[in-house]
């Protein structure tokens, strides 16, 4: 008959912080030049896309848009006229 009992108690979490932060510093250093290239092209590629992506009022930059910079007020009694 076979005994199951095992008398090393296996630990599954057994890893520190730290271990691993140097796991995925050591999975970043085994990266080719061409991968690390490729991840950094594709979060340039992104953020570009947000700063190209124009405002609901047209401007590319929406921190030149004055409607996005100082929306109106929408119950404003400005508009209403008084005879
Ligand atoms: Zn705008």
Redesign the pocket.
Known sequence: MEDSSNPTPVSSSGRSLADLIKESRARVAAMTTEELRAMWQAQRESFARAMSTP???G?LD?EQ?D??RNPPAKDSPVSRETT
Do not use: S, Y
Request: glycine share 0%; proline share 0%; charged share 25%.
């Open positions: 405002c609901e009022h401007l929406f848009c409607e996005c």
